[in-house]
Nanobody
Framework: QVQLVESGGGLVQTGGSLRLSCAAS????????MGWFRQAPGKEREFVAT????????SYADSVKGRFTISRDNANNTLYLQMNSLKPQDTAVYYC?????????????????WGQGTQVTVTS
């Protein structure tokens, strides 16, 4: 199987930046698309961004478009999420996900592997 471990979360002021990382291990050759989701207290886990295996395709939720950038380094089995111009509304636990099949990457059901999450808190 695949194991995913997120890092890079923390406390940041409004307008600041954070860079999240997701280290994949195990049978990483089975990974195709990867993505980021987030979940705020009392809310449903929501899509943030996704990227194809070769990084030739990316997509973002409207709420983060223009502020967040997803990227991946397959040689090092690492997924990234660069978050700029952070807002209090971005406060959530951020989860890394990997799909063992070809998928559009917008829905939770399209991913077979999940990390434990990393907390991002944006203060006003």
């Amino acid at each position: 199987q695949v194991q995913l471990v997120e890092s890079g979360g923390g406390l940041v002021q409004t307008g600041g930046s954070l860079r999240l990382s997701c280290a994949a291990s195990g049978r990483t050759s089975t990974i195709y698309a990867m993505g980021w989701f987030r979940q705020a207290p009392g809310k449903e886990r929501e899509f943030v961004a996704t990227i194809s295996r070769s990084s030739d395709s990316t997509s973002y939720a409207d709420s983060v478009k223009g502020r967040f950038t997803i990227s991946r380094d397959n040689a090092n089995n690492t997924l990234y999420l660069q978050m700029n111009s952070l807002k209090p509304q971005d406060t959530a636990v951020y989860y890394c996900a990997a799909s063992p099949w070809v998928a559009r990457g917008w829905q939770k059901t399209e991913y077979g592997y999940w990390g434990q999450g990393t907390q991002v808190t944006v203060t006003s």
